[in-house]
């Protein structure tokens, strides 16, 4: 008998949230009459509320007063069959344990030893995969499946990107008619003109610090792009990364256009959907990016391009082999600052990559196309 009410669980953070989007559809398509719930954070909550195949967004919110009570009443008024957790961590596990669902999946073993709170578990062979593919490797679980997977990702045997953009569509993130009035408002102020102008938008913040690339490799880098007539070149990012963004502007003033902390996730997809090209280091928005098809250079030294690398054939990926990387730490162990990995990734390199995606035919727009 299928299950009546599948419970997703995957809290956050962004990056985490888009990469179980491709499992979470795909266990959809496999019970397409059950009522499907996901668990997750206030910072992410938008882009899961955007998909209409989500039966209840249930939103924890950690950090207000009272937001855990909330959240149990709300998580239990679904009598839920089955939880499936993606995350792996403590309170993760914590959660499919207050669904009160008989049937709790997860991978074993987990961090925070989160498998305790499960009884249906698959062993975790190896962390050596995309997590978009560990992700359905648990799916599978619920019967799901998603043709056209291990995407083949050229970057990881230091071969050029795919010349022609036929990813399956993975991915269900399409900017709204709201998201792209809100980018299409912000870009007038500038006189921006899609079809005219090469935008190069740079995302110069990571929540990990040791997947920052340096703050005046990134002013090098926008001083040469915006050298170029036909060039246009902006910052993105959420409120957090104001302060990097207002370093790396400083010595540019209007030039340099500002779109940092303006937008919501799914604005700010809709603001990739109309780059040239996406320059950012291993976070969220640059995931983002890589979902909903944008051209893109990814700067990567302290993680894994093959765990959390950009899930497109299409993406550049620069990266500098240490004999310590990737260290997988959020600040480099050896007290870099910043981390020798990202410095030594040098704006020439970042510069070529750039300009080899400028010179390719734009398509403007998300661009992925179905399988």
């Not at 679980?141 to 036929?166: E, I, M, T, V, W």
């Not at 913040?205 to 915006?226: C, D, E, M, T």
């Not at 959020?330 to 750039?354: F, H, N, T, W």
Request: aromatic share 8%; net charge positive; with cysteine.
């Amino acid at each position: 008998m299928h299950p009546q009410n599948v419970l997703i669980v995957q809290l956050s953070s962004l990056a985490d949230v888009v990469h179980a989007l491709p499992a979470a559809q795909a266990i959809r398509a496999a019970l397409p009459g059950a009522r499907l719930g996901w668990v997750v954070e206030s910072g992410p909550a938008g882009i899961v509320r955007r998909q209409p195949w989500i039966d209840e967004t249930i939103e924890w919110d950690r950090h207000r007063w009272g937001g855990f009570r909330s959240f149990t009443r709300r998580l239990k008024r679904t009598a839920w069959d089955v939880a499936i957790d993606f995350q792996g961590l403590f309170r993760s596990g914590l959660a499919t344990r207050l669904s009160g669902a008989p049937r709790r999946i997860g991978f074993v073993p987990s961090l925070e030893m989160a498998h305790w709170f499960y009884n249906d578990c698959l062993p975790l062979e190896s962390l050596n995969r995309h997590a978009v593919e560990r992700n359905l490797e648990l799916a599978t679980k619920l019967g799901a499946s998603l043709p056209g997977l291990p995407l083949d990702r050229p970057y990881l045997r230091q071969s050029p990107p795919a010349s022609n953009r036929q990813d399956p569509r993975l991915f269900p993130l399409r900017p709204s008619e709201d998201d792209l009035a809100a980018v299409a408002a912000w870009g007038r102020t500038r006189d921006f003109q899609p079809m005219r102008d090469q935008l190069v938008v740079l995302n110069p913040y990571a929540s990990r610090p040791a997947n920052r690339w340096p703050v005046n490799h990134f002013i090098q880098l926008a001083g040469r792009l915006l050298r170029r007539p036909d060039v246009r070149v902006a910052l993105s990012g959420g409120v957090s990364a104001r302060e990097t963004c207002d370093r790396i502007a400083a010595p540019f003033g209007d030039a340099l256009w500002r779109a940092d902390g303006r937008f919501s996730p799914m604005s700010m997809a809709g603001l990739f959907s109309q780059a040239s090209v996406v320059v950012a280091g291993d976070s969220g928005p640059m995931h983002l990016a890589a979902a909903v098809g944008a051209p893109l250079v990814a700067l990567f030294g302290a993680t894994s391009a093959l765990r959390t690398g950009p899930y497109a054939s299409d993406a550049i990926v620069l990266d500098r082999e240490l004999a310590c990387s990737p260290c997988l730490a959020k600040r480099c162990p050896l007290k870099y600052d910043p981390p020798l990995c990202m410095e030594q990734i040098s704006v020439d390199r970042v510069l070529a990559a750039v300009v080899s995606r400028l010179a390719q035919p734009r398509q403007i727009g998300p661009v992925r196309k179905s399988a």
